[in-house]
C-alpha cells in the first residue's frame, strides 16, 4: 500500500484549495479566510426579509485578516429528495451561502471538517489526515493469521476513516470556532449539547435573521458529541439542524478515549427521521406544535440517505462509492475477542475490531440488530461503561461494557460498540472452508417503521449492510 500525503501535504493542499476559491470569489468550503467581516452578533438584519431570504447576507471582502481557525456555517433552507423521489422542506448548517432550492446550491450540510490542535479547519472525509485512506472504505488486512486458516491481522494505527457529511473533528488542545450566520427569517442557533464544564451546553445564542453569532469550544474530554439548533425541541433539530462532533486526541487517534477500545478504523452512523408534515408547515414559515402535532417520520435516514440509496446500489457510481466508504461497513476477518481491547501480535499488527459511533440525532428510539456478528457495546453519552459492577441508570440502561446482538439509540443519544468483524459463530468449517467471496450481513433496525419510507415502502428506511471480506477481494 502507497503511502498517504503527509499531514503537512494535506494542509498545504486545503489552504490552495481555499486560495484558489478566494480567486474565484466563490464561498468557500473550508472556513478559515472567508469571510463576512461583521462582529460578534452584529446585525445586517434591517435588510432581511422572508422574500429576500438568502440574498440579504453579503459577505464583504475581508478588511483584516481574520482569526485563524474559524469554522463558517450558514443556516440555510432548502428541498430535498426522499427515497421515493418527494421532495420535503429541510433546513440545514452548511458551509456557505445557501441558494435554497432543491439541488447542492441549498447547501443544506456541512462537508466533514476537522479543526486540528494546531487551530487549522481543514475539510477533509478522511480522519487521521495523515493516515492511508481504505480503499473503498475496505482497509486491507497486514498479513495472514499464522495461527488461523483464512483469517488475518489488521494493521496496527495505519488507517483513516472515512467520516460522513454532517462531521466536526475536533482534536484535544484545539478550540472550535464557529461563525455563525442566519440566512433565515427567524432566529436559529448552534449549539454544542453537553460538551461545556460540567456537561453544559455550548451555544452560539439565539441568532437573529441576517446576523452572525459565534461559539468557542475548548476541546472537551475524548467522544462523540451532538450539535444541534434546540429551539421548539426537537422541531428544529428534526427540520435538518444537527451535526456530529467528534472529539479526538491526534497523540491516540486509533483509541476514541482514554481506556477505550483501540480499532482498525471507525465509522460514524447518523439516525435522522423526517417528518413531512411538519415540514410543510415550516417551509411555509407557520409554527410547528409538536405536542398538537405530533411526529409522524415517513423517512429514516442513515447518514442522509435511506434503502437502496443507504446501500450503495444506485445507478450513480459516486453515491455508492461515498455510502461504501463513509457508511457500510467492511473488514477482513480475524480471529478476535473485542473485549480483550485487541490482542497484539506485534508493533505493527493487531488483532482489533472496529468502532462504531451510533448517534441519533433524531427522535425515533432506534434498535439497530446486527446480523452475523454481536456487537459488543463499551461507552454512552460520555460514560465508559464499567467491565465489572455494571448497574442500571435511572433510566433503566444497562450500564456494563456487554454483548450486544441489537443496540437501542435513543434520541440524542449516542453510543459506541466494537464490531468484531469476525467469522460468525454459527458458520461450520465446513461452510467457512468453502467461501468463495464476502459475506454480507444486514443491519436493520427493530423499531420496524423505520425500515420503511413514505409510509410503507419496504424496506426503503434506515437500512445498512456489512461485508465480512471474502478471500478474493485483493487477499494478500
Ligand atoms: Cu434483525
Do not use: I, N
Given at each position: 500500500m502507497a503511502e498517504g500525503p503527509s499531514r503537512r501535504e494535506l494542509l498545504l493542499a486545503a489552504r490552495k484549495r481555499r486560495d484558489d476559491d478566494d480567486r474565484r470569489g466563490s464561498s468557500s468550503?473550508?472556513?478559515?479566510?472567508?469571510?463576512?467581516?461583521?462582529?460578534?452578533?452584529?446585525?445586517?438584519?434591517?435588510?432581511?426579509?422572508r422574500s429576500s431570504t438568502s440574498s440579504s447576507i453579503t459577505t464583504a471582502a475581508p478588511t483584516s485578516e481574520p482569526p485563524r481557525g474559524v469554522l463558517h456555517v450558514w443556516v440555510n433552507e432548502g428541498h430535498l429528495p426522499m427515497v421515493d423521489g418527494t421532495l420535503v422542506y429541510h433546513r440545514g448548517y452548511g458551509d456557505r451561502l445557501g441558494g435554497g432550492g432543491t439541488g447542492p446550491q441549498a447547501a443544506l450540510t456541512l462537508p466533514t471538517q476537522v479543526v486540528t490542535r494546531a487551530g487549522d479547519v481543514v475539510s477533509s472525509?478522511?480522519?487521521?489526515?495523515?493516515a492511508a485512506p481504505p480503499p473503498a472504505g475496505l482497509p486491507a488486512p497486514a498479513?495472514?493469521?499464522?495461527?488461523?486458516?483464512?483469517q488475518f491481522l489488521v494493521r496496527r494505527r495505519y488507517w483513516a476513516s472515512y467520516l460522513p457529511e454532517r462531521t466536526v473533528v475536533l482534536e484535544t488542545g484545539g478550540t472550535l470556532r464557529i461563525r455563525l450566520h442566519n440566512t433565515l427569517p427567524a432566529p436559529h442557533e448552534l449549539a454544542v449539547v453537553g460538551a461545556g464544564p460540567g456537561g453544559s451546553t455550548v451555544t452560539t445564542g439565539l441568532v437573529d435573521p441576517g446576523a452572525t453569532g459565534e461559539l468557542e469550544l475548548p476541546a472537551p474530554a475524548p467522544g462523540t458529541y451532538v450539535f444541534c439548533d434546540r429551539g421548539n425541541p426537537p422541531v428544529e433539530r428534526v427540520l435538518g439542524l444537527f451535526g456530529v462532533l467528534l472529539v479526538v486526541d491526534p497523540d491516540a487517534a486509533w483509541t476514541p478515549y482514554p481506556g477505550g477500545p483501540e480499532f482498525e478504523r471507525q465509522w460514524v452512523w447518523m439516525c435522522h427521521d423526517v417528518d413531512p408534515v411538519w415540514a410543510r408547515a415550516a417551509s411555509r414559515g407557520e409554527p410547528v406544535d409538536p405536542v398538537r402535532t405530533p411526529a409522524v417520520p415517513r423517512y429514516f435516514l442513515l447518514n442522509g440517505y435511506s434503502g437502496f440509496q443507504s446501500l450503495g446500489v444506485t445507478r450513480d457510481r459516486v453515491l455508492n462509492r461515498l455510502r461504501h466508504e463513509d457508511t457500510l461497513i467492511a473488514g477482513f476477518p480475524r480471529q478476535v475477542d473485542v473485549r480483550d481491547f485487541g490482542r497484539t501480535a506485534d508493533g505493527a499488527t493487531a488483532v482489533l475490531g472496529q468502532l462504531l459511533r451510533l448517534v441519533n440525532p433524531g427522535i425515533v428510539k432506534h434498535q439497530l440488530h446486527f446480523h452475523g456478528n454481536h456487537v459488543w457495546t463499551v461507552w454512552r453519552n460520555g460514560t465508559l461503561f464499567p467491565r465489572r459492577g455494571g448497574y442500571l441508570d435511572a433510566a433503566g440502561h444497562v450500564v456494563a461494557q456487554q454483548w450486544e446482538d441489537t443496540v437501542e439509540l435513543n434520541a440524542l443519544d449516542r453510543k459506541d460498540s466494537v464490531i468484531p468483524v469476525k467469522r460468525p459463530p454459527d458458520a461450520t468449517e465446513l461452510v467457512w472452508r468453502n467461501r468463495s467471496g464476502p459475506w454480507r450481513y444486514p443491519m436493520h433496525c427493530h423499531a420496524e417503521p423505520s425500515q420503511t419510507a413514505g409510509g410503507g415502502l419496504y424496506p426503503g428506511g434506515l437500512v445498512a449492510d456489512w461485508t465480512l471480506a471474502g478471500p478474493t477481494e485483493g487477499t494478500p
Open positions: 468550503t473550508s472556513s478559515t479566510s472567508r469571510s463576512s467581516t461583521t462582529s460578534r452578533s452584529s446585525t445586517s438584519s434591517s435588510t432581511t426579509s472525509r478522511l480522519y487521521p489526515l495523515d498479513r495472514p493469521d499464522p495461527e488461523h486458516v483464512g
